[in-house]
């Protein structure tokens, strides 16, 4: 049996402890990479992360991109949405297409 | 295009031959599966995006609500309230197969004993926009988990996809042109090797027909003088 992870500001991740996720509240970039790679290792198989986080780590959620567990998916924190969740959405696609032709125009 | 650096022989040839052949049915093989993938991806890819614009214009409600919650109440009460929740999740990964790239299927179970009350708290010391916010990110939850494997399946497509592409240019751009410039080249040369026996042969029957000629004048000759002589 798999869990579910997710890191970032205490504002933003203690309401998903409600519906029975793990959190782990930090600001600390250094603390969330140690964090992100104990559980990637581990059982986790889906692991959230506040965007402004992700952006800070892109280097270490590359890592695991190819492989089939865990998904690290960025979501936005409380201050909203930045739009870094979607560029890698557009990323995916620029990969794949060779250019964005699904989300072009719109930044 | 550069030729390949081979010894012109039959042989080589032969081998040459085959593995052009090999090549342009992969390069066949291998267009059909780029085609199916960018057809499956650009459809994950769509999906995707407007699943993760419904999550987080969701979530912001979720942010709003806690935030408002989070203002009446203090910090203490809030992760005291939270800290022990009464819903677990059992996530399973089961995976999918498309065109040969496996992508996990996240499958999940809620562990709430009733699923109308999920709230881990008594609801005197809290305020309703904390109610609000964990109701709506119930409900939405299932969505977040679909867009885990919405996401990690349009990743791991895109991995897929970009070297099937590659596979397909270098052997379009690349292999296929060589072979043929390579098997051209091949052949040339032992056209040109087979010319060349050709006139080898011709010449060496020449000089042996002028050969056989010579010798023949030269006994007809022996032979007229001897009847010459005989008279």
């Keep these: 049996m798999y869990k579910i992870g997710v890191i970032g500001d205490r504002d933003s991740v203690l309401g998903f402890k409600s519906v029975g996720l793990d959190i782990y509240p930090t600001t600390e970039i250094l603390e969330a990479k140690k964090i992100l790679r104990k559980w990637a290792e581990g059982e986790y198989a889906i692991i959230y992360i506040t965007e402004d986080l992700a952006v800070k780590l892109e280097k270490e959620i590359d890592k695991y991109k190819d492989s089939k567990l865990p998904a690290i998916i960025p979501i936005p924190n409380r201050d909203g949405p930045s739009g870094s969740g979607l560029i890698n959405v557009k990323k995916a696609v620029e990969r794949a297409v060779g250019a964005d032709i699904l989300f072009g125009g719109d930044k | ?231």
């Design chain 2, 1 to 231: 295009m550069e030729r390949m650096n081979v010894k012109p022989t039959r042989m080589m040839l032969t081998s040459l031959k085959k593995r052009l052949k090999t090549a342009t049915r992969g390069h066949k093989l291998l267009k059909d599966k780029r085609d199916e993938l960018m057809k499956e991806f650009l459809a994950v890819a769509k999906e995707n995006g407007t699943l993760r614009q419904e999550v987080e214009s969701h979530l912001a409600r979720v942010y709003r609500n806690f935030s408002m919650a989070s203002a009446i109440t203090s910090w203490e009460v809030m992760g005291e309230s939270l800290m022990f929740p009464k819903q677990g999740v059992e996530l399973s990964v089961d995976t999918k197969n498309i065109m040969s790239v496996e992508v996990p299927v996240f499958d999940f179970k809620t562990t709430a004993e009733d699923p109308s009350d999920i709230f881990p708290y008594g609801l005197a010391r809290t305020s309703g926009d904390l109610d609000n916010s964990i109701s709506e990110l119930s409900e939405v939850f299932p969505m977040l988990l679909d867009l885990a494997g919405k996401e990690k399946e349009t990743v791991l497509l895109a991995a897929e996809l970009e070297k099937t592409r590659r596979r397909v240019n270098a052997l379009e751009y690349v292999v296929i042109p060589r072979l043929q410039i390579t098997i051209k080249y091949i052949q040339m040369k032992l056209d040109e090797n087979e010319r060349g026996n050709q006139t080898r042969l011709m010449k060496v029957k020449d000089m042996m027909i002028a050969e056989a000629i010579a010798d023949k004048k030269a006994k007809d000759e022996a032979a007229i003088e001897r009847a010459v002589n005989a008279n």
